[in-house]
C-alpha cells in the first residue's frame, strides 16, 4: 500500500509539474504576443498621432545646423515596413535594446548611426516571443525592400545578402563600416539583428542593407512597400 501510495504521489506530482510546464509555455507563446502586439500597435499609434500634430525632427540627419535632437531612451521614432514579411508587417522603432524596449517594438542600438545617416543604423528585434517581430528573418533575400518612415522621410534601403550568422559577443558587425558585410567604405548603411536559433539564443542572425532611396512623405508611400 505503502509503494502504491508514493506511486500515486509521484504520478500527481508529474501531472501538475506537466500542467504548470504547459501553461508557461501558453503564457510565453501566446500571452507574451498578444501584450506586444498590442504594445507595438500603440506605439504606431502614438506615433502617427504625434506626426499629424505638427512638425516632427529634421529628416536629414546629416545637417550641421540645426542639430538633430538625440532619441529619447525607450520612445518610438520611427515605423519599419518589410514587405517579405508581409503586406501588414509595421513595426514601430524605439531607441535602446533592454529588455523592456524590445517588447514594445524593434529597438536602436545607441551609438550607432541615426535613421538615413552616414554610418550604421543598427537595429535589432526579437525572433521568437514578444509578438516574433522576426520570426521570418531568414526569409530575407538580396534586394528585398526595408522601407523606414520617421513622420518626414520615407527611407528605403535594400538587403544586401542572405542572412549571416554570428556570435553574441560579434559587435563589429555594428561597426559605421559593418564587419564581414562586404561594404567597403563609408556609406549609408542598416544593420538588423535577431537570435539564432529561432528559439535560443547562443548566435545571432544579421542582415545588411544599404539606402537606395528616400522621398518626402508628402510625395506619398513609396513603391517599395508594394514588393
Not at 545607441?110 to 528585434?125: D, E, I, Q
Request: net charge positive; with cysteine; glycine share 10%.
Amino acid at each position: 500500500m505503502r509503494i502504491r501510495l508514493v506511486i500515486r504521489t509521484l504520478s500527481e506530482l508529474c501531472v501538475t509539474a506537466g500542467t504548470l510546464i504547459l501553461l508557461f509555455v501558453v503564457y510565453l507563446l501566446y500571452w507574451t504576443s498578444v501584450r506586444a502586439d498590442q504594445a507595438m500597435d500603440g506605439e504606431i499609434d502614438h506615433l502617427q498621432d504625434r506626426w499629424a500634430a505638427g512638425p516632427v525632427a529634421v529628416a536629414d540627419a546629416d545637417r550641421a545646423a540645426p542639430r538633430p535632437r538625440p532619441y529619447a531612451s525607450g520612445r518610438s521614432f520611427a515605423i519599419m515596413y518589410i514587405p517579405r514579411f508581409g503586406a501588414d508587417w509595421a513595426k514601430p522603432v524605439l531607441q535602446g535594446t533592454s529588455t523592456a524596449t524590445l517588447r514594445k517594438g524593434l529597438g536602436h542600438y545607441a551609438g550607432t548611426a541615426r535613421l538615413g545617416a552616414t554610418g550604421n543604423f543598427a537595429v535589432a528585434g526579437h525572433r521568437r516571443t514578444y509578438g516574433d517581430p522576426f520570426k521570418d528573418f531568414p526569409r530575407l533575400r538580396p534586394g528585398d525592400a526595408v522601407v523606414l518612415s520617421d513622420g518626414t522621410t520615407w527611407y528605403t534601403y535594400r538587403i544586401t545578402g542572405r542572412p549571416y550568422r554570428t556570435l553574441p559577443t560579434d559587435v563589429g558587425v555594428l561597426d559605421p563600416v559593418p564587419r564581414a558585410s562586404g561594404f567597403r567604405g563609408p556609406g549609408r548603411y542598416l544593420t538588423l539583428t535577431t537570435c539564432e536559433p529561432e528559439w535560443g539564443h547562443s548566435h545571432r542572425l544579421i542582415a545588411w542593407a544599404h539606402l537606395d532611396a528616400t522621398q518626402s512623405v508628402a510625395q506619398g508611400k513609396p513603391k517599395a512597400l508594394y514588393g
